[in-house]
């Protein structure tokens, strides 16, 4: 059984967030006011303010939320809490709590979309899958990537269906640690801020493989079930 990650204290998550949020920023994982970073603290959420400059960020002006997700404190929040927070319980009904999510707009991953999203016809199911499982750390560090269809931004369907997305996989005993909206970003999820970088950064890296290899052969069943028996990936 996995093992529930602590709180993060606050004062680290102030720090976390912006230091996080500089580093996407600066190797161009995010633009503009794009992308938006929350952590679940013990009593509530601090998240990134709405149309907010990642790479700018300032401690004390992050939102800080109380657990019924109602702002207390600092700049207006993003309006993306809402799925954040469905993320969050979702995770947590699965036995799986998240403690960081992650949003952005990411290059690669957003054309993947496109280019999915246009060979479906723009009728892209919910139970679509992004990318193939191409190289090991792909399938360990991140795992299936669910496509979730195209609703316009910050629509409460979509938060709705991501939930019911992760619900779903762990019902098969699959651990999500990412979803993609459709034409939009990912949304990537972990105990600390580090952490949900490092699983955007390989989803992100896998994208572009992908499009630079699109007709590779993705690894084997035989070939993923060792990466299961040896490092526990969840596929």
């Known amino acids: 059984m996995t093992a529930t990650p602590p709180f993060l204290d606050e004062a680290q998550a102030r720090e976390e967030i912006c230091r996080v949020g500089r580093s996407l920023y600066e190797r161009r994982y995010v633009h503009a006011s794009a992308g938006n970073i929350s952590v679940r603290l013990a009593d509530g959420y601090l998240i990134t303010p709405t149309d907010a400059c990642l790479g700018v960020l300032q401690p004390e002006r992050l939102a800080r939320l109380d657990a019924q997700g109602q702002q207390v404190s600092g700049d207006r929040a993003s309006k993306t809490i809402a799925l954040h927070r469905h993320i969050y319980d979702a995770t947590a009904a699965a036995g799986q709590p998240a403690r960081c999510v992650i949003h952005t707009h990411s290059t690669q991953l957003v054309a993947c979309s496109l280019a999915a999203d246009h060979a479906a016809g723009g009728a892209l199911a919910d139970d679509a899958e992004l990318l193939r499982p191409i190289t090991p750390y792909f399938v360990m560090k991140v795992g299936r990537v669910p496509h979730i269809a195209y609703r316009r931004p910050g629509d409460p369907d979509a938060a709705h269906a991501v939930a019911r997305t992760i619900a779903q996989h762990a ?41 630079l290899q699109p007709d590779v052969i993705p690894l084997t069943d035989a070939q993923i079930d060792k990466l299961r028996q040896t490092f526990g990936a969840s596929w």
């Open 171 to 211: 019902a098969q005993g699959r651990r999500l640690r990412a979803v993609m909206l459709a034409r939009l970003g990912p949304n990537v999820w972990h105990d600390t801020p580090a952490e949900a970088m490092a699983v955007l950064e390989e989803l992100e890296e896998t994208a572009h493989l992908h499009r």
